[in-house]
């Protein structure tokens, strides 16, 4: 018997029982949604917020008691999404057929706007965008933030700060001055 089953065991012979893993998709499924919006993009959103369920399902019974489900459940959302991202600049991309882009102007919608946001987003480094995500997308602290990101809460509160700096001097909606 593993060190996780006996754990496991332990804890119901004491009448404390594990969280059902519907319950844990209904309380954090939220937050992780928004991570891989973030990350991927709207679109791809759905298949990376699965892909995330359906690894932690695998993996739920030998997660530690006590352990910050929150945290390990973004965790896999992160590696997820930069799967998907890898995946994405692999595929092949048909360029016989050019779409017009539409110029922004006074007709321009929110549609445009979470564009324009996207773009600044993806000019951020990869740390600053993975802090903002975490920090104002997920509400962690930033002492969760920097052991997502394998350093301190000092860095992570510099990475997300850099990073909402950086989208103020870039992102202008509708191109305000």
Known sequence: ??????????GRLHGVAPVPFDQVVTDHGAAVLRVCRALVGPHEAADAWSETF????RSYPDLPPGSNVRAWLLTIARRRSIDQ???RGRAPVPTADVPEVAA???????ADADAELLA??????ERQRAA???????DLDYEQVGELLGSNATAARRSAADGIA????????GGAP
Do not use: I, K
């Open 54 to 57: 359906l690894s932690a399902m």
């Open 132 to 138: 903002v995500v975490y920090r104002y997308l997920a």
């Open 166 to 173: 950086a989208l103020r001097a870039t992102y202008r909606p």
């Open 120 to 125: 600044a987003f993806g000019g951020l480094s």
């Open 85 to 87: 991202l890898r995946a």
């Open 104 to 110: 922004p102007g006074e007709g321009s919608t929110w």
């Open 1 to 10: 018997m593993s060190r996780a089953s006996q754990d496991r065991a332990a």
